[in-house]
């Protein structure tokens, strides 16, 4: 027999790069045994390590390998603690416990209706249907009194996993028609937990469920690993569940793209327009047109999710406007693309010039071209885009979508699902300026009216996610999360969220500032620890709008003076003279801090826009 | 791959042990490796199902602490 995959790989791994080899994971649990291996020797490769903490009311060691190689894959060094299994609550409630001396940024909560309550599984049928849904109130009660007491405790993520499918029915075939079915109360029971997780911050639910059904029960479990190991999943659920907790853990540490960039021909049609012509092109009810038409679908899925949708295509622009007028199996419509490069010339310059008409970083765009050397050419010439990989047929188009995890998010705001209005809003305003005189006339014509308030529960979640992904007009990057920012709240910090309205619509919540009062000797200053505005409204002056704001508050709690400070990153030399601009002095000896005496008037009233205090 | 069962058994051990090769001999036992503890046991059951396509049973997948009767129990599974 020959030896599959990767076991000869193992002998050349050394001198290649990690990244490389993770291509060449084939799912089989020993090519994850293997690959976990070079994860730890490559960890340098993958920058500093997150420290996590397991709580399960299962053993987990030996998700081990596949958490490890399941990160790396999305670019994650973890650092795993393991709690005994089955004592999910005296290691939460313990302060002196092994979970607090591992610094958890990262908490994975995974407890079962299998273990907490046997009764919910094969006694099942001896349980009259109220008893039954007091059972699950009483376990999804015990998750959340868990999650909450980690809260008090640790600032750590959580990641709480719901019930995934039982391994068996008690009532077997009849379980559909039972009063209450066992199906029923598992489907109660997420229902129940994914509401009252919500309520605690930075708690997040893994849907193990949906991984469960994706890979189907039967190989989800494992009989011989729950007996032998109490590990109740098998290897290549381990694998699924590694991945889906390495996706989220994704998700909560790196910004996710805003705008996905689409190729025409072969990607949301079939064929080239300018062989076959606007009736030769593959659209509509039957295959192939169908996969195309399905693939388009998609998209718009994203897009009414808050992706930001954009063309890039080598094709005449003269013949792509009638496609999108006159083709009846188009379900996106021209329209949906806010940018658009349509031209003959290097789609690496299309990217860029997508990225510049937005005002949104390369990192931002994610590429999706059929053609596998547009892919290479981008890759090679943009590494800051992220270039999905297409497979050969359109069949597969959506899933490879869906599996890079470009856009993914753990909570949709409202601002997300009106993004491409507020993008097209964008449009009509560049229009304005172009015809305006001067910026101050163009910012007048705007006629903005600037909100701004202290950040509460309602606000909280677009306020994190800005904190999270703002990455250009931020002055020193600090990635607070909910529980962080709530903690400097507890403390006395001012935490203020802006938003801006002009004569075009609602940009939405557009800026946060943070200042926290200074230690005892200088108490009567607060020093801004966080300033950040969304790239939507930079260049508008909405940040002394903000700024006048904090000085307004500060002064009101007493303090003589505020402190700014500017950490440089890659990117945000936007926000680099926000300081100096404001009237703030640099203070000598103190690279990046800046100070400002707060006098008895407001810094630099303004007549480019009004301002209301909220709250 | 022309390498026989125990060489490539002892590979596999290395590799879910992060074992050296040569640490591995074609009698080693579990009671002399000291990192072939249960957890890693469980690993290695999963790596050589995997590996050999076969499908141990789990009275059996308890006293395979040698590489002699990994050997064995792989040959009359039919793995080669």
Known sequence: MELRGGMTA??????????????????????????????????????????VAWLASFTTELFSPYLAVEAARRGL?????????????????????????????LAILAIRIEDTTPALADGF?????????????????????????????????????NQPPLRRLAAGLADPGLELAQSEMVAMCNQALARRIAAT????????????????????????????????????????????IARSAAAMWRAPCKCLVLDLDNTLWGGVLGEDGISGIALGQDYPGSAFTAFQRVVLGYRDRGVVLALAS???????????????????????????????????????????????????LAFFDDSPVERAWVRQ????????????????????????????????????????????????????????????????????????????????????????KTNQFNTTTRRHGQAELEQLIAGGALALWMRVEDRFGDNGLVGVAIAVPEPAPAALAFRIDSFLMSCRVLGRRAEH?????????????????????????????????????AGFAAIPGEPGRWRLALGDADPRPSDLFSVLEVS | MTDGLPLRVQRTLAHVLDLPPGEIRPETEQKSVAKWDSLHHIHLIVALESEFEVSI????????????????????????
């Not at chain 1, 080899?21 to 994850?32: M, Q």
């Not at chain 1, 049928?125 to 640790?154: C, K, N, T, Y």
Request: hydrophobic share 50%; glycine share 6%.
């Open chain 1, 381 to 468: 010439q943009l590494p800051e885009v992220t270039v999905i990989e297409v497979p050969a047929s359109p069949l597969g188009y959506g899933d490879a979508l869906d599996a890079s995890g470009a856009f993914d998010l753990l909570a949709i705001t409202r601002e997300d699902r009106e993004r491409t209005q507020l993008y097209h809003n964008d449009r009509a305003r560049q229009r304005l300026a172009d015809a305006a005189g001067s910026v101050d006339d163009f910012l007048r014509a705007l006629g903005m009216r600037i909100s701004i308030g202290a950040v509460a529960a309602d606000t909280l979640p677009r306020v994190v996610q800005l904190l999270a």
């Open chain 1, 10 to 51: 193992l002998d050349s791994i050394a001198p290649r790069p990690l990244a490389q080899l993770l291509a060449e994971l084939d799912g089989a649990p020993a090519s994850y045994l293997r690959l976990a291996r070079a994860v730890e020797e490559r960890a340098h490769e993958l920058g500093p390590a997150r420290r």
């Open chain 1, 314 to 364: 080598k094709n005449n622009e003269a013949d792509v406007v009638e496609v999108f007028a006159q083709h009846a199996g188009l379900l996106l419509r021209l329209d949906d693309f806010v940018a658009r490069q349509i031209h003959w010339a290097d789609k690496a310059g299309s990217l860029r010039a997508i990225a510049a008409e937005l005002n949104l970083g390369l990192d931002a």
């Open chain 1, 545 to 581: 709008a903000l700024l006048g704001s904090i000085a307004r508050r500060a002064r009101a709690a007493g303090a003589t003076a505020l402190v700014g400070e500017f950490v440089p990153s890659k990117k945000n030399a936007p926000a680099a003279g926000l300081y100096r601009d």
């Open chain 1, 77 to 105: 060094l973890l650092e795993p603690y393991f709690a005994p299994f089955g004592q999910v609550e005296q290691v939460i409630l313990d302060d002196a416990s092994g979970l607090y001396a591992a610094r958890p940024e």
């Open chain 2, 57 to 80: 049973d789990p009275d059996e997948s308890l006293q395979l602490t040698s590489v002699p009767a990994i050997v064995a129990c792989l040959g009359r599974l039919g793995a080669r």
């Open chain 1, 125 to 161: 049928l001896g349980l009259p249907a109220a008893e039954v849904r007091r059972l699950v109130e009483d376990h999804v009660a015990r998750i959340d009194g868990a999650v909450r007491a980690l809260r008090q405790r640790s600032a750590a993520r959580i990641l709480v996993w």
């Open chain 1, 201 to 244: 911050s930075d708690a997040y639910v893994l849907d193990a469920h949906r991984v469960a059904t994706e890979l189907g029960t039967a190989t989800f479990y494992d009989q011989k690993l729950a007996h032998l190991a109490r590990m109740p999943f098998g290897a290549r659920a381990q694998a699924a569940l590694a991945g889906a």
